[in-house]
C-alpha cells in the first residue's frame, strides 16, 4: 500500500508539472455540439439528450459502438445496412454526441441497457438485432442475458465479455482530480488519440488525421470528466458475469485475424460457449472490421441477418 501512495503521489506530481506547462485541451459545450446535428438524430429519453442515428426501413437493426467510440465507427456499413433494414446507432452514455449525465451509474452495464431499452422504447422497437462492437458487444451479450425477449440475433465484432465494463476499472480512476489532469493533457489530445486508433488498425495507416479529429471531436466534450469517472472508478460492484451457454439468440462473430487488443482466441472460446453461435475470421484485419474491412464484414453480416429476419405476413 505504501509503495502504491508513493506512485501515486509521484505521477500526481508528474501530471501536474505536465498540466502547468503544456495547459489543458478544452471542451466543447454540449448545446453547441448538439447544434451542429441534423434535425431528427437527438432524441429526449428521460430528459436526457441521446444521440441516434437512423436510416432504411424494415427489421430494426441496432448497432452498439465500443469503448471511447459513437456512431462514427459505424460510418461505413450503416448505408449497405439500411438498404434492407432500419438501422439505429447510438450514443452510448459517455461517448459521441449523447449528454454525459453527472450520475455514474448510468455507465454501468445495467445503466448502458436502461439506455438502449429507453431509446427502443421511444422508437417503439419491441425487439432488434444487436450488432456489437468490442464494448458494445459485451453490452449486446449482457441485454441477450437480461433481456432474451428484446433481442432477435446477436451480431458480435471482437467483442469483449460483460466482465470488461467491470475488470477494466481501477483505484487510480477514483481520484477525480488525476483523471482530470491525465484527461485534458494526455487522453483527449490528438497525438494519444492518433496512437490509440493505430493500435487498433491493423494499418496504421487509416488512423488518418481526418479520422483522428473525428474521433476527438466527440470525445472533447462537455461533461467528459463525469463519464470518465463513472466508466473508469470502482464502484464495488460485482463483476459483470453472464452465462454464455445460456444465451439462445443466434449469433455470428466477425473477428479480426490481427486483433491484438482483443485477440482471435478469445473469440474461439466466445464461438465455443455460445450455443448455435458462427465464428468468421477476417484475414489482415485488426480490432476494427467496420472500418478496416466493412465489405468482407457485409458480406457474412447481411447474410446472417436476412437469415435470422422474421416472415413477412
Request: with cysteine; aromatic share 8%.
Amino acid at each position: 500500500m505504501r509503495r502504491f501512495l508513493f506512485r501515486l503521489l509521484l505521477a500526481v506530481s508528474t501530471l501536474a508539472a505536465t498540466l502547468a506547462a503544456g495547459g489543458c485541451v478544452s471542451l466543447q459545450p454540449l448545446a453547441a455540439v448538439q447544434a451542429r446535428l441534423p434535425a431528427g438524430e437527438l432524441l429526449d429519453v428521460g430528459g436526457q439528450a441521446v444521440h441516434v442515428e437512423q436510416a432504411g426501413r424494415g427489421e430494426p437493426v441496432v448497432l452498439l459502438h465500443g469503448f471511447g467510440e459513437s456512431t462514427y465507427s459505424f460510418r461505413r456499413i450503416v448505408a449497405p445496412l439500411a438498404a434492407r433494414y432500419r438501422t439505429i446507432a447510438i450514443d452510448l452514455n459517455g461517448f459521441g454526441y449523447t449528454a454525459r449525465p453527472r450520475d455514474p451509474a448510468a455507465y454501468t452495464l445495467e445503466g448502458q441497457q436502461r439506455l438502449v431499452l429507453a431509446v427502443l422504447d421511444r422508437l417503439g422497437v419491441p425487439s432488434a438485432h444487436l450488432v456489437g462492437h468490442s464494448y458494445g458487444g459485451g453490452l449486446a451479450l449482457w441485454m441477450a442475458a437480461h433481456h432474451p425477449e428484446r433481442v432477435r440475433s446477436l451480431a458480435l465484432l471482437d467483442s469483449t465479455l460483460p466482465r470488461y465494463s467491470t475488470t477494466r476499472r481501477s483505484r487510480v480512476a477514483n481520484l477525480r482530480p488525476l483523471s482530470f489532469v491525465f484527461l485534458r493533457t494526455f487522453a483527449l489530445r490528438q497525438g494519444y488519440v492518433r496512437r490509440s486508433l493505430a493500435k487498433a488498425y491493423r494499418d496504421e495507416a487509416l488512423a488518418t488525421p481526418e479520422v483522428t479529429r473525428a474521433y476527438l471531436d466527440r470525445l472533447r466534450v462537455a461533461g467528459i470528466d463525469d463519464a470518465y469517472y463513472g466508466l473508469t472508478a470502482r464502484n464495488g460492484e460485482p463483476i459483470a458475469e453472464v452465462d454464455l451457454a445460456g444465451i439462445h439468440a443466434a449469433a455470428l462473430l466477425v473477428w479480426g485475424r490481427d486483433d491484438t487488443l482483443t485477440p482471435l482466441r478469445n473469440g474461439q472460446r466466445m464461438a465455443a460457449a455460445l450455443a448455435g453461435s458462427h465464428l468468421v475470421v477476417l484475414p489482415d484485419c485488426g480490432h476494427v472490421p467496420m472500418e478496416e474491412r466493412p465489405a468482407e464484414l457485409l458480406a457474412v453480416l447481411l447474410p446472417f441477418l436476412d437469415l435470422q429476419s422474421w416472415p413477412t405476413p
